[in-house]
């Protein structure tokens, strides 16, 4: 018993269960509403691919078209458009026609300051 004891408090480094109700309650206080963590989830889901990154990061440059990317990515122009679409869901990117061609950017400056604060702590 005394070995499981201690590994316990090894694990999770309490020793007792407490509820610090006043945490609990302040947590609670700033919770956001669910269907914003759920865009909040989805957002990240978005950019945990390698491909929409690698886009996404390209933008930060400038607007690009469906041509530009597939070029710097690699991939068919079809597969680009896909990707681009999942972005564009999320307002995560926009886009403006000038003719027959669609030149994408990112949406505003959080998606970009989301880049930067996500790649200075991969950086640490």
Same mark, same amino acid.
């Given at each position: 018993? !005394?070995?499981?004891? *201690?590994?316990?408090?090894?694990?999770?480094?309490?020793q007792v269960h407490?509820?610090? &109700?006043?945490?609990?309650?302040?947590?609670?206080?700033?919770?956001?509403? @669910?269907?914003?963590?759920?865009?909040?989830?989805? !957002? =990240?889901?978005?950019?945990? *691919?390698?491909?929409?990154?690698?886009?996404?990061?390209?933008?930060?440059?400038?607007?690009?078209?469906?041509?530009? &990317?597939?070029?710097? !990515?690699?991939?068919? @122009?079809?597969?680009?458009?896909?990707?681009?679409?999942?972005?564009?869901?999320?307002?995560?990117?926009?886009?403006?026609?000038?003719?027959?061609?669609? =030149? =994408?950017?990112? *949406? @505003? @400056?959080?998606?970009?300051?989301? &880049?930067?604060?996500?790649?200075?702590?991969?950086?640490?």
């Amino acid at each position: 018993m !005394t070995q499981r004891k *201690n590994r316990i408090q090894k694990e999770d480094g309490c020793q007792v269960h407490v509820v610090h &109700l006043k945490r609990v309650e302040r947590a609670w206080k700033e919770s956001i509403p @669910d269907k914003d963590l759920e865009r909040l989830s989805l !957002t =990240y889901k978005v950019l945990g *691919n390698n491909t929409r990154l690698k886009m996404v990061m390209a933008l930060q440059s400038g607007e690009m078209c469906v041509c530009d &990317l597939a070029a710097f !990515t690699g991939l068919s @122009d079809s597969a680009v458009s896909h990707q681009l679409r999942r972005l564009k869901d999320l307002d995560l990117v926009k886009q403006r026609r000038d003719g027959q061609i669609l =030149y =994408y950017s990112l *949406n @505003d @400056d959080h998606v970009a300051e989301l &880049l930067k604060i996500g790649l200075d702590h991969v950086r640490e």
